[in-house]
Antibody, heavy 117, light 111 residues
Framework: QVQLMESGGGVVQPGRSLRLSCEAS????????IYWVRQAPGMGLEWVAV????????FYADSVKGRFTISRDNSKNTLYLHMNSLRPEDTAVYYC??????????WGHGTLVIVSS | VVLTQSPLYLPVTLGQPASISCRSS???????????LSWFQQRPGQSPRRLIY???NRDSGVPDRFSGSGSGTDFTLKISRVEAEDVGIYYC??????????FGQGTRVDI
């Protein structure tokens, strides 16, 4: 079955960097676009970024553009989110999700990022 | 594109129907003639789960008491008979005019 497992979250100081990973299994990873979606504590869902199946197309929310970079390694079935210049407002649970019909169908369990001094 | 859900809180009665509205600031038919409006359920302490894609298509394993409908700017998620396991927050999402993909604010459903 489809599984997505995020990792790499933790507590980080403002201005520092962090890299999240999302390991996929149960489907042909190299055939699907993958999203990052985040959820601040007690808040709703916010789309962060998406990458096409081959990594040739990447799109970002305005709130992270220029600071976050999405990438993937299809040989490792792994998606990444490189987060630079972190701000307190980036504090959230970060989910990766597999695209199907231009919408995130399967979601991971999420990884918590806390940006605090 | 801004999605506005209503109500934001929906008290429900077991066995009774429930309905959530999602209104878009612009029509969601894209240049290909498709409408990418989907619905998600997030139970307490869990990851989101997609229920409906492209307005009215139920995902595999989703009970048939859930249905989606609508067109243009107005969309609805209906639960024909609420069960206890339906408690949670429901979100709509548009991908017709992406990027960006945008979610509604969420509707809390509680018994």
């Amino acid at each position: 079955q489809v599984q997505l497992m995020e990792s790499g979250g933790g507590v980080v100081q403002p201005g520092r960097s962090l890299r999240l990973s999302c390991e996929a299994s149960g489907f042909t990873f190299s055939s699907y676009s993958i999203y990052w979606v985040r959820q601040a504590p007690g808040m709703g869902l916010e789309w962060v970024a998406v990458i096409s199946y081959d990594g040739s197309n990447k799109f970002y929310a305005d709130s992270v553009k220029g600071r976050f970079t999405i990438s993937r390694d299809n040989s490792k079935n792994t998606l990444y989110l490189h987060m630079n210049s972190l701000r307190p407002e980036d504090t959230a649970v970060y989910y990766c999700a597999k695209d199907e019909n231009s919408s995130p169908q399967y979601w991971g369990h999420g990884t918590l990022v806390i940006v605090s001094s | 594109v801004v999605l506005t859900q209503s109500p934001l809180y929906l008290p429900v009665t077991l066995g009774q129907p429930a309905s959530i509205s999602c209104r878009s600031s612009q029509g969601l038919v894209n240049i290909n003639g498709n409408t990418y409006l989907s619905w998600f359920q997030q139970r307490p302490g869990q990851s989101p789960r997609r229920l409906i894609y492209r307005v009215s298509n139920r995902d595999s394993g989703v009970p048939d008491r859930f249905s989606g409908s609508g067109s243009g700017t107005d969309f609805t998620l209906k639960i024909s008979r609420v069960e206890a396991e339906d408690v949670g927050i429901y979100y709509c999402l548009q991908g017709s005019h992406s990027p960006p993909w945008t979610f509604g604010q969420g509707t809390r459903v509680d018994i």
